[in-house]
């Protein structure tokens, strides 16, 4: 979930009052936010240089704090201030209006047909008199960096830029231009550059260099103009230097130029609601009008409420709390969502405003009248009617049998890294088999698990100066390709055990299978003989040649077991002989 860090003492100035840690920590619970961590900034300075701690009292203490991923109001400081104080009945929800001016004085944004090649959608928006001041002005760019990352994909669907308005004249114009014929002076710098030229300087720019691969294949680039074709901003990569905001703007012009109009909007509301608060008029913010390229025009921002109908019994029996319409109204007031008791007291009516566009469906007002209301507050109850999965049933007993032949369970994560489950264990990748992330955050969450052998492999290996023996397993999921159904991927069931000691401890994990077996009651029979179990030689690259061998139940392959071989203990840094048994579950029931 993102995280954001926020001043200790500005926020409870925000708030009107001021916390312990604990008690803080209990308002974030409450909230169904975290309080991650609590820190300083040179404390954070420190840490990225390993410096010594050298703690010094006058610090601004930081707290970080999770939020949701699709709670984009939260993630700057006056978002999460103002959630908080209408969560604590502190504060009305705002009323979010737009100037109340003619057509004809509306400041306009005509979109050329080009744009449809590359970025075809923009949304504006003007915040009249707002003041900056130097928090409240950072809050603002950092916002921006926030929604970037997040619901914009890193620039992919949406990139924002703001600008003085003061500085500009309209109507302005949306243009996709070849980047021979767009020459400006970008942000921070004080020569013009060709927007050619400007693609090979920040190929060294370690901020945007990670923005270009976005245009720079396109025959022509998105661009911005005013009345006197000064460039605004060349999305998504920069803005002009000439429109740049500071501490003195006073009306800021916001575009958002896009590939998705839904999320557009969205990124658009968020700015102009959560800072529409440091303007003269209060949540009042100034509609731009779009002339799209086949004449059709469009009024933004879009700040309509969101209205939907919410059966009660609905509420209350997902939660499991019998609750008055008249508790849940006001629990769902508490989590800025507009909401009246229907005439027949059986339904809830809610206005959801535009900054919960994560509010879809009954179920998040549900899920927020939990929250306000409590999760701790909801007794514990298992309905009559739930009845649990048999191969859930069979996980649990096989989980028991293997703790108590004296191995510890272990729980490891089901992304790794392309490496760990294919060159690490000697496999080759047959593209068949891995599921492969598409935008994996880091080398390490590349692909989801095909096998728990990598996971338990580093498990022991970050434990490698534990006491001998280690005897660790683990029953969980891997994920295989599978075209024959519609999301392509089929989870399977799988238990791992491993043994890691000063010998190889192959008797240990051969007994851990027959025992397994007898567990589940399959006899050991003859090669060929469906009625139980057999072994059959193997020659699997993981494994040490000759020491390993297919478990074979009811005339299926249903796992292998053997020495761990050399190469691959030297991949996962362990200096001890293993032996390694993995069987699929589900091929017992």
Do not use: W
């Not at 509306?106 to 080009?114: A, D, L, Q, S, Y």
């Amino acid at each position: 979930m993102p995280t954001v860090s926020v001043g200790r003492d500005r926020l409870f100035a925000a708030l009107g009052r001021t916390y312990s840690q604990e008690e803080f920590d209990e308002l974030c619970f409450s909230f169904g936010i975290e309080l991650d961590d609590v820190t300083t900034e040179k404390a954070i300075i420190r840490k990225e240089k390993h410096l010594e701690e050298d703690a010094d009292e006058d610090e601004e203490v930081i707290y970080k704090i999770e939020v949701p991923a699709n709670r984009y109001d939260l993630l700057c400081l006056e978002g999460l201030a103002q959630a908080l104080r209408i969560f604590n009945r502190q504060q009305e929800i705002p009323r979010y209006t737009l100037t109340n001016i003619t057509k004809e004085s509306m400041h306009r944004m005509h979109v050329k047909p080009e744009t449809s090649l590359i970025r075809p959608y923009v949304v504006c928006a003007i915040l009249r008199d707002i003041t900056f001041d130097e928090a409240s002005y950072n809050s603002f760019i950092d916002l921006q960096d926030k929604l970037h990352q997040n619901i914009c994909r890193r620039r992919t669907l949406v990139a924002i830029g703001t600008h003085d308005l003061d500085t500009l004249e309209g109507p302005f114009t949306y243009e996709a231009l070849p980047p021979t014929d767009i020459n400006f002076v970008p942000l921070k710098q004080t020569k013009s550059f060709r927007a050619d030229e400007l693609m090979e300087y920040y190929k060294s720019d370690l901020k945007l260099k990670k923005f270009l691969h976005i245009i720079e294949k396109s025959p022509v680039f998105p661009v911005l103009f005013d009345r006197n074709r000064t460039v605004l901003s060349l999305p998504p990569i920069i803005n002009g230097a000439h429109s740049a905001i500071t501490l003195k703007t006073k009306n800021v012009f916001i575009e958002c130029t896009a590939t998705d109009h839904t999320k557009a909007n969205i990124v658009l509301n968020t700015m102009v609601t959560i800072f529409s608060a440091l303007c003269r008029k209060k949540f009042e913010i100034e509609p731009v009008e779009v002339i799209h390229s086949d004449g059709k025009s469009s009024i933004y921002p879009d700040l309509s409420l969101y209205n939907m109908e919410v059966s009660l019994s609905y509420i209350t029996n997902s939660i499991g709390v019998s609750l008055e319409a008249e508790e849940v109204t006001s629990l769902l007031n508490r989590m800025q969502l507009h909401a009246e008791q229907s005439g027949d007291e059986s339904s809830i009516t809610i206005s959801v405003p535009p900054t919960r566009s994560d509010v879809l469906h009954p179920c998040d007002v549900m899920e927020d009248v939990a929250i306000a209301y409590g999760f701790n507050n909801i007794p514990k109850r298992k309905p009559a009617s739930l009845q649990p999965l048999s191969l859930n049933e069979f996980t649990d007993l096989i989980r028991l049998e293997i703790a108590m032949s004296g191995f510890t369970e272990v729980l490891t994560f089901v992304l790794c890294s392309h490496k760990e489950i294919f060159s690490m264990l000697n496999r080759e990748d047959d593209k068949s088999t891995a599921v492969r992330i598409a935008n994996p955050r880091s080398t390490d969450n590349e692909v989801t698990r095909t096998s728990l052998m990598p996971g338990l492999l580093k498990t022991v290996g970050n434990n490698k100066d534990h006491p001998k023996p280690i005897k660790i397993f683990e029953v969980g999921d891997v994920l295989l390709l599978d075209g024959a159904i519609d999301v392509g991927a089929r989870n399977h069931r799988h238990l791992a055990a491993l043994y890691c000691s000063a010998n190889s401890g192959f008797e240990l994990i051969h007994g851990l299978v027959d025992r397994i077996m007898e567990a589940i009651g399959a006899p050991f029979v003859s090669v060929g003989d469906e009625s139980g179990y057999y072994l059959k030689p193997s020659d699997n690259p993981e494994f040490f040649p000759g020491r390993q061998a297919h478990v074979i139940c009811k005339g299926r392959t249903i796992g292998t077991f053997g020495i761990v071989h050399p190469e691959v203990l030297n991949n996962f840094d362990i200096p001890d002989p293993c032996s390694f048994v993995e069987l699929s579950i589900q091929s017992f029931l």
